[in-house]
C-alpha cells in the first residue's frame, strides 16, 4: 500500500521534465500554470518523471486543497497527433486489446439562425436503413461527436446524420468524417439556452493503492465544488460520488447521488478510505455503470461532467469489456462527458483506455504529475506539450469551460 509522500521545495525544482523544443521554466506555487512539459510523444515507456527523494509525509502534516498536480490533453482537438500514434503498432495493440477502435469520426456544429450555438441538442448517426449507429448531446460550442463502428475495426460509411431541436428534425443525408471536415447545420430557430444546471460526478478507485491520492482529493473536490459556485453564483450545481473497489472486495460500489446539496458528497466523500484490491484490474465497469444510472442526471443542462480517478485498468473479459462499452454510449446519449484523471501507478494500457473512453464522449484526458510530491511516480503521457497546473484550478476551469455561454466568434 503506498504511504502519501511529500517533496521539498529543492526536491520540486529538481523533478521537473525536460521539453525538448521550449524550456521549462522555474516551478512556482505562485504561478505554476506557466509550467511547461512535454509528454514522451512516441516512446511507449513507462518510465516515470524522476520523484527520487520521496519521503513519508508526517503524520502532523495537514492536508489540503492546492496540493495535487496535473495536465490536462485532449486527443479530439490534437487528431492529427492521435492518428500518427495509431500508425504506430503498439499504439494500435491497445486498440486490439480493449476493442475501441476510435477511426471513422463525424463531428457536428449546430447553430441557430443568428449563427449562435445550440447547446443540448441530441444528434443521431444512423445507418441508411434506419439503425441507430451512435448518439451524442451538443455542448456549450454547438459540437457533438459522433462514431461509426467505435467497437469493431470494420467501417459503416453510408451513414446518414439525424438532428432533433426542439421538436423538430432536420437531416444531413451525406455526412463527411472529421478527417474531411466539420458538418456544419444552420437551423431556422432561434437558440433555447438549456436549463442553469451543470452536474459533477466524481468516480474514485478506492483501493489500497489510491490512499495518497484520496486523501488529497477530498479536499481538492470540495475545494472546485466551492470555486465554481464563487465564480459562477447563478448557476444551480449538482455534485455526486461514486467510490468503487472489486470483486471479493469489501464493496464493489458507494455512492452518494447527485444532489444539490454539496455536504452530501464532501460528508460521503470523507467517510470513505482505501482499502483492498490485490490484482491490478478493478471494477471500473461496474463505477461506471452505477454513475450513469443515477436518476438525478439532468434531462437539460449547461454540461454534464464525471471525473473519474484511478489508477488501474478494468477487467478485460468479454462481459467487463461489453458492460464498458453500454456504459460509454450512455454517457455520449446522455451528454456527460467521462474526464479521466489518471493517477499514480497507472500503466500505458490503461492511459489508452481512459483516452479512448474521454474521446468517445467529448472528453479530455487528465493525468497526475510528480511535481506535486504525492504519491508514488507517474509515468509521463504519450501527448505533446502541456501545461502543468493544481489539479483543483484545472478541474475548476474544465467545469466553467464545459458550461460558460459561447459567443459565435470564439466558435
Known amino acids: 500500500m503506498k504511504k502519501i509522500k511529500y517533496l521539498t521545495f529543492g526536491c520540486l525544482l529538481s523533478c521537473l521534465v525536460a521539453c525538448e523544443q521550449r524550456p521549462v521554466p522555474t516551478f512556482s506555487y505562485d504561478n505554476i500554470d506557466t509550467n511547461a512539459a512535454r509528454g514522451n510523444g512516441g516512446d511507449a515507456s513507462t518510465a516515470a518523471i524522476g520523484n527520487a527523494n520521496d519521503v513519508a509525509?508526517?503524520?502532523?502534516?495537514?492536508?489540503?486543497?492546492?496540493?495535487?498536480?496535473?495536465?490536462?490533453?485532449?486527443?479530439?482537438?490534437?487528431?492529427?497527433?492521435?492518428?500518427?500514434?495509431?500508425?504506430?503498432?503498439?499504439?494500435?495493440?491497445?486498440?486490439?486489446?480493449?476493442?475501441?477502435?476510435?477511426?471513422?469520426?463525424?463531428?457536428?456544429?449546430?447553430?441557430?439562425?443568428?449563427?449562435?450555438?445550440?447547446?443540448?441538442?441530441?444528434?443521431?448517426?444512423?445507418?441508411?436503413?434506419?439503425?441507430?449507429?451512435?448518439?451524442?448531446?451538443?455542448n456549450n460550442k454547438g459540437n457533438a461527436e459522433l462514431w461509426a463502428q467505435l467497437f469493431e475495426e470494420s467501417k459503416q460509411l453510408d451513414n446518414i446524420i439525424e438532428v432533433a431541436y426542439q421538436g423538430t428534425t432536420q437531416t444531413i443525408e451525406s455526412p463527411q468524417t472529421f478527417t474531411q471536415g466539420t458538418n456544419v447545420l444552420e437551423l431556422e430557430t432561434a437558440a433555447v439556452a438549456p436549463s442553469n444546471q451543470i452536474d459533477v460526478m466524481l468516480v474514485v478507485d478506492a483501493t489500497g493503492s489510491m490512499e495518497d491520492e484520496i486523501a488529497y482529493m477530498k479536499a481538492e473536490f470540495a475545494d472546485v465544488i466551492q470555486q465554481v459556485k464563487t465564480q459562477q453564483p447563478t448557476i444551480a450545481l449538482q455534485t455526486g460520488a461514486v467510490f468503487y473497489r472489486d470483486i471479493g472486495d469489501e464493496y464493489v460500489t458507494r455512492m452518494s447521488p447527485l444532489s444539490a446539496n454539496a455536504s452530501d458528497v464532501t460528508n460521503f466523500m470523507n467517510e470513505q478510505s482505501a482499502k483492498d484490491g490485490g490484482d491490478f484490474p478493478e471494477a471500473v465497469d461496474a463505477a461506471l455503470k452505477a454513475a450513469l444510472a443515477d436518476k438525478n442526471w439532468s434531462s437539460s443542462a449547461r454540461s454534464r461532467i464525471l471525473f473519474l480517478m484511478l489508477d488501474a485498468p478494468a477487467h478485460n473479459e468479454p462481459a467487463h469489456q461489453k458492460s464498458l462499452q453500454a456504459s460509454i454510449q450512455a454517457a455520449a446519449k446522455n451528454g456527460i462527458q467521462?474526464?479521466?484523471?489518471?493517477?499514480?501507478?497507472?500503466?500505458?494500457?490503461?492511459?489508452?483506455?481512459?483516452?479512448?473512453?474521454?474521446?468517445?464522449?467529448?472528453?479530455?484526458?487528465?493525468?497526475?504529475?510528480?511535481?506535486?510530491?504525492?504519491?508514488?511516480?507517474?509515468?509521463?503521457?504519450?501527448?505533446?506539450?502541456?501545461?502543468?497546473?493544481?489539479?483543483?484550478?484545472?478541474?475548476?476551469?474544465?467545469?466553467?469551460?464545459?458550461?460558460?455561454?459561447?459567443?459565435?466568434?470564439?466558435?
Not at 492518428?83 to 503498432?89: A, F
Request: aromatic share 10%; no cysteine; net charge negative.
Open 57 to 138: 509525509t508526517p503524520d502532523d502534516v495537514v492536508v489540503k486543497e492546492g496540493t495535487l498536480t496535473a495536465g490536462n490533453w485532449n486527443d479530439l482537438e490534437n487528431w492529427e497527433f492521435w492518428n500518427k500514434l495509431m500508425q504506430k503498432p503498439v499504439y494500435f495493440d491497445f486498440q486490439e486489446k480493449w476493442q475501441y477502435y476510435p477511426s471513422q469520426r463525424y463531428q457536428v456544429q449546430l447553430k441557430d439562425n443568428s449563427q449562435q450555438p445550440i447547446q443540448d441538442a441530441t444528434v443521431i448517426l444512423k445507418s441508411k436503413s434506419g439503425d441507430i449507429i451512435w448518439q451524442a448531446k451538443t
Open 338 to 411: 467521462i474526464i479521466p484523471i489518471a493517477s499514480s501507478g497507472i500503466d500505458k494500457k490503461t492511459e489508452f483506455l481512459t483516452r479512448f473512453m474521454a474521446m468517445a464522449t467529448n472528453g479530455s484526458y487528465v493525468f497526475l504529475t510528480d511535481h506535486s510530491g504525492v504519491g508514488n511516480k507517474h509515468i509521463e503521457p504519450t501527448v505533446g506539450v502541456y501545461r502543468v497546473e493544481l489539479l483543483n484550478e484545472l478541474l475548476t476551469r474544465i467545469i466553467l469551460q464545459n458550461s460558460e455561454t459561447v459567443t459565435p466568434e470564439v466558435l
